[in-house]
C-alpha cells in the first residue's frame, strides 16, 4: 500500500503544483512507484506542469464511463498520473456516495505504488479537507505573505480541530529574503503549535528563481530542465526531510488506513 502525501495551500498562486510535479519526478527517478493526482477538479493543472496532455480525466470515472484504474496514465518510467479537468464540476459538488466511492478506488489503487501525492485546489472547501484527512502526511505550502499564511493556518485549524490531525510539514516559496521569511514563519510555527497543539516543521524556504517560471512556460518540470540547479539539490533534501517525518493517523477519516508504514528514507 502506498504512503498518502496530502499537499495543501489556503491561497492559490503559491507554487504548490510546481513543487507536487518536482517532487514526483525525483521520486520517481530514484526508483519508487508514484502517482500524482490532481485534487483541482475544476481547474486542473498538474498534467500541463508535467507536459502530458491525457486523454482521460477524473471526470470521465465521476461520470461511470471508466474506473479510476483506467484514468491513470504514465508519465514517466515509475511516474503516474490521474489528471483533472479544466472548467468542470468540483469535487466539493460531489454527492457523498459519490465520493465514499471514489476514495474507495483510490484505496484500490494504492497497491500499485509506493506513494501518492495529492495536489489539491487551493482553500479549505470539502474537496481539500475530506482528501487531505484521509491522508498519512500532511505539507502545507505557503508564501512569507500574511494573505497567504493565514490561510495556511485555516487549514491546519480545520484539520486539527476536526479529524485530529497533529503533524504538518510546512513549505514557505518564492522567498525574497530568506532571513526576514524565516523570522515570519518561526512566528507563524509557534502560534500554530501554541493555539492548535500541533508540530509543525519547516521543510524548507525556497527562494524566488526566475528559472522555475520558465520551466512551467516549457511545461516541463525544474529538476528534469536544470538537474544541476542549486534549487533541484534543494527539492531533493525537501523530499529527504518530508519523508522522515512520521505518519499521521487521523482520528478522522480512514480511507488509506492500511498503509505500508515502513517506508523510509533508507529504502529511497
Not at 149 to 177: N, Q
Request: charged letters at 20%; aromatic letters at 8%.
Amino acid at each position: 500500500m502506498a504512503r498518502v502525501i496530502s499537499v495543501s495551500s489556503g491561497k492559490g498562486g503559491v507554487g504548490k503544483t510546481s513543487l507536487v510535479a518536482n517532487l514526483g519526478c525525483l521520486l520517481a527517478a530514484q526508483g519508487k512507484r508514484v502517482l500524482l493526482i490532481d485534487g483541482d477538479w475544476s481547474l486542473g493543472k498538474l498534467g500541463l506542469t508535467l507536459g502530458v496532455r491525457p486523454n482521460a480525466t477524473i471526470d470521465r470515472v465521476l461520470k461511470g464511463e471508466i474506473t479510476l484504474a483506467d484514468a491513470t496514465v504514465r508519465v514517466r518510467d515509475n511516474l503516474a498520473l490521474i489528471a483533472a479537468p479544466s472548467g468542470r464540476v468540483g469535487f466539493e459538488e460531489l454527492d457523498e456516495p459519490t465520493r465514499n466511492a471514489l476514495f474507495y478506488q483510490l484505496d484500490q489503487l494504492s497497491e500499485q505504488h509506493d506513494v501518492i501525492f495529492l495536489d489539491h485546489s487551493s482553500g479549505i472547501h470539502s474537496a481539500v479537507i475530506q482528501f487531505a484527512a484521509a491522508s498519512h502526511q500532511h505539507v502545507i505550502v505557503t508564501t512569507g505573505e500574511p494573505t497567504s499564511y493565514t490561510d495556511a493556518y485555516a487549514i491546519m485549524k480545520v484539520l486539527s480541530k476536526r479529524f485530529g490531525v497533529r503533524r504538518f510539514g510546512l513549505i514557505v516559496t518564492m522567498s525574497e529574503s530568506h532571513a526576514e521569511t524565516e523570522k515570519v514563519i518561526a512566528r507563524f510555527g509557534e502560534v500554530a503549535e501554541s493555539h492548535l497543539g500541533v508540530r509543525v516543521s519547516l521543510l524548507d524556504i525556497i527562494p524566488w528563481e526566475q528559472k522555475m517560471s520558465e520551466s512551467i512556460r516549457f511545461q516541463q518540470p525544474f529538476v528534469e530542465r536544470y538537474p544541476g540547479h542549486e534549487l533541484t539539490r534543494r527539492f531533493r533534501c525537501v523530499l529527504a526531510e518530508l519523508l522522515k517525518l512520521p505518519i499521521n493517523v487521523s482520528a478522522g477519516l480512514q480511507f488509506f488506513g492500511n498503509a505500508r508504514f515502513p517506508l523510509s528514507v533508507g529504502q529511497l
